[in-house]
Nanobody, 118 residues
Framework: QVQLVESGGGLVQAGGSLRLSCAAS????????MGWYRQAQGKQRELVAV???????NYADSVKGRFTISRDSSKNTVYLQMDSLKPEDTAVYYC????????????WGQGTQVTVSS
């Protein structure tokens, strides 16, 4: 059974920084994608950033230049460094682990709240 445990959310003033971490445990295929999604109140969940096991990354336009995703594959851990935070970044942030091997494997963390005050 794969589990994802997130940490690092909290309350920060606009312009500040936070770093989220997500550690995955269990039987994990080596070729995978780890990412961060967020869901603001009353809105749909959206992709923030994703990083492949190869190291390639993809970011939502709204966070490019402010957020940085990275991973430590030896620890099955993904990080999201969030700088220059804005009130519109306020949301619950979810970690995701995804791969395909005969079928889709798609796992989610429990979510961590990020609140940016103006």
């Amino acid at each position: 059974q794969v589990q994802l445990v997130e940490s690092g959310g909290g309350l920060v003033q606009a312009g500040g920084s936070l770093r989220l971490s997500c550690a995955a445990s269990g039987s994990i295929f080596s070729i995978n994608a780890m990412g961060w999604y967020r869901q603001a109140q009353g809105k749909q969940r959206e992709l923030v950033a994703v990083i492949m096991s190869s190291g390639s990354t993809n970011y939502a336009d709204s966070v490019k230049g402010r957020f940085t995703i990275s991973r430590d594959s030896s620890k099955n851990t993904v990080y999201l460094q969030m700088d220059s935070l804005k009130p519109e970044d306020t949301a619950v942030y979810y970690c995701n682990l995804y791969w395909t091997a005969w079928r889709v494997y798609d796992y989610w963390g429990q979510g961590t709240q990020v609140t940016v005050s103006s």
